[in-house]
């Protein structure tokens, strides 16, 4: 498959051109008002969105521009697989937010994130039918054990348990499907800061050892019977056994002492997931350019979002900065 990207790539790099820089960035935390903001990106993409009191939209256009983002990657790609990979996440959003709207007769659909694949309407019919002739198997076949669980129990967090759960397998298996080792080895890191994140929670909660199994994935490089050993033992061990690990000194920042700082945990992350993506400057076959170019494009988006609600909201400079993904020179 990989000579199928020849083609593909060019464009991708034409489409990095329109990514804002780390210098935009700078500038738009440093522009005191709505005007100077205005100012700095009528030069880019986001032009079009700039109507009289932007600011108070701007999240809606936001979504937007990813949905159109999603809908020329699907177009362009020999697969549409490789896009759905990245924006997966949502559709496992979606399945939530919507089965638990379901199950307690509420409506979440302004929790919706666009995944560039399924409407609402589509997801919302397989959870209440538990079939679809739209949704993949390995989605129905998610949903049908949510409604299976549901026929013995009602407590909504199973729901975030058992679809977690088919999200990593489904992320492992299609990454092994694929057979691009970057990719591969994207998705293993996600799961394991996945489970790093989902680890410390439960103990820091005192979940049973039968709940933590049974929200660890057996998918990623540390073996989910590593993370278990620490059960009912003082959190420090736990701790220090994340020290020990690969990714010992990128977590540092977030092991404060008596507990994980989780904002922290989330920002390392994100942006050493950034950070895999950046052997696509030199990567001219295969799916990498292409993912690179969506995660920049997410965080772009995550980025723009947050600096326009933190300004809204009254932010200083610095906290706005500090909560800003790192932005990866594509």
Known sequence: MKDLYHTVNPAVRLKETELLTKETFDQLIAAETFDKIRELLNSTIYSKYLTDHFQFHFERSLDEELHRTYQEMIELVPDPTIVWIYTMRYTFHNLKVLTKAEKTQENYDHLVMDDGFYSIDEVKAAIENGVSGVLPKTIVKAIQDVNHYFEESAILQGIDVIYDRHFLIEQRRLAEKLKYPELLDEVTAFIDFNNISTMARCLLQKRSYAFISAVLSDSGSIKKESFLTFVDQPFEEYKAFLRRTDYGRLLEPALQKDTIDFLQLDLIKDNYLTSLYETAQTTAFGPLPLLAFLNAKDIE??????????????????????????ISEL
């Open 301 to 326: 988006v995550m980025n723009l979002r947050l600096l326009i609600v933190g300004k809204r909201s009254g932010f200083t400079k610095e906290q706005v900065r500090e909560r800003m993904r790192e």
